[in-house]
């Protein structure tokens, strides 16, 4: 690579893809009131795909404008059950109330990308994911929760598909790496095209 390539997200899940597609990456988490920025989309009407790739835009212009001459790649996942926005759950009752709410019901991922080059967008892309959830019992959605808190806090809806979560589910249809958070082969597909990583 000629120029840095930095993920500007703490997501671990995100560098772990990375770097298991070899693509060199530096981490460097941006800085943004998520939740201010979401909630001022929502007052303006905003769709969840609309608010999936302005969160990432918001990242990686913040990173962008500290590293002059980087590719620097936002990147930011909407829940959405209808046009509702759900954001992390922060205690398990939270979770425990969006599990319930999407129990029984079809729901879609939206995973935002947008990289930028000396303050300016460069590339974007949001992939979408539609999933339908099972109609799983209390007693096993309170197991689930006190088995997988720890991890399931830190993901809108209260899940990871890639652990027990897949439990919850009926119906998946959608990219694998864009309901993980990173649609990673169109964003493969850039980088090589942009000879920012070998084709």
């Given amino acids: 690579m000629t120029l840095p390539f930095i993920l500007a997200s703490g997501s671990e899940i995100r560098a772990e ?8 990456h530096r981490i460097e988490p941006a800085r943004v009131d998520e939740s201010a920025i979401r909630d001022s989309l929502a ?6 795909r609309d608010v999936a790739d302005a969160l990432s835009e918001y990242k990686a212009r913040r990173v962008s404008q500290k590293n ?3 590719f620097v790649l936002g990147c930011d996942q909407v829940l959405a059950l209808g046009r509702e926005v759900f954001a992390k759950p922060e205690t398990p009752d939270a979770c425990r109330e ?9 729901h879609h991922l939206y995973s935002g990308a947008v990289i930028y080059q000396d303050g300016e967008p460069i590339w974007r892309h949001v992939g979408v994911a539609r999933l339908v959830m099972r109609d799983f019992s209390d007693a096993y959605l309170d197991d689930y929760i006190a088995r997988n808190w720890d991890s399931v806090r830190h993901s809108v809806g209260g899940y990871k598909l890639e652990e027990e979560g897949v439990r919850l589910f009926a119906r998946i249809e959608g ?8 649609p990673l082969l169109e964003l493969i597909a850039f980088l090589q095209a942009r000879e920012i990583i070998a084709a």
């Fill in 43 to 48: 007052a303006e009407g905003a769709s969840p």
């Fill in 175 to 182: 990219d694998h790496f864009t309901i993980l958070g990173l």
């Fill in 98 to 106: 969006q599990l319930i709410r999407l129990r029984g019901e079809r």
């Fill in 68 to 70: 002059p001459g980087a």
């Fill in 17 to 24: 893809l990375l770097r298991k597609a070899a693509v060199p």
